[in-house]
């Protein structure tokens, strides 16, 4: 079945930077779309980047300072710069299968998540 796997999470103090990552064993060229979701305790799971692909990328309207999504053929990655408390949240990989390219058409997939925490 296909995996995703997210890491890099962790604690950190504000104005610090990680960068987490999202593994697949897939390709990630051959579907739609690679995007990275966040939720915060309490809060609606929202978009924060994602990578069409052909290359588009688009940033989720909250997303604060120098976030940047990209990837390699089988490796999803943000860079989080300048991270600050209200970026609490555990962060998912999720990929959109519209054409069948990892299996059968109309899929996605989620990875279990990864905890980033912002605090001093």
């Known amino acids: 079945q296909v995996q995703l796997v997210e890491s890099g999470g962790g604690l950190v103090q504000p104005g610090e930077s990680l960068t987490l990552s999202c593994a697949t064993s897939e390709n990630i060229f051959s579907i739609n779309a690679m995007s990275w979701y966040r939720q915060a305790p309490g809060k609606e799971r929202e978009m924060v980047a994602y990578?069409?692909?052909?290359?588009t990328i688009k940033y989720g309207d909250s997303v604060q300072g120098r976030f940047t999504i990209s990837r390699d053929k089988n490796t999803l990655y943000l860079q989080m710069n300048n991270l600050k408390p209200e970026h609490t949240a555990v962060y998912y990989c999720?990929?959109?299968?519209?054409?069948?390219?990892?299996?059968?058409?109309?899929?996605?997939?989620w990875g279990q998540g990864t905890q980033v925490t912002v605090s001093s």
């Open positions: 999720y990929a959109d299968d519209p054409w069948g390219g990892w299996g059968p058409r109309g899929s996605d997939y």
């Open positions: 990578i069409l692909s052909g290359g």
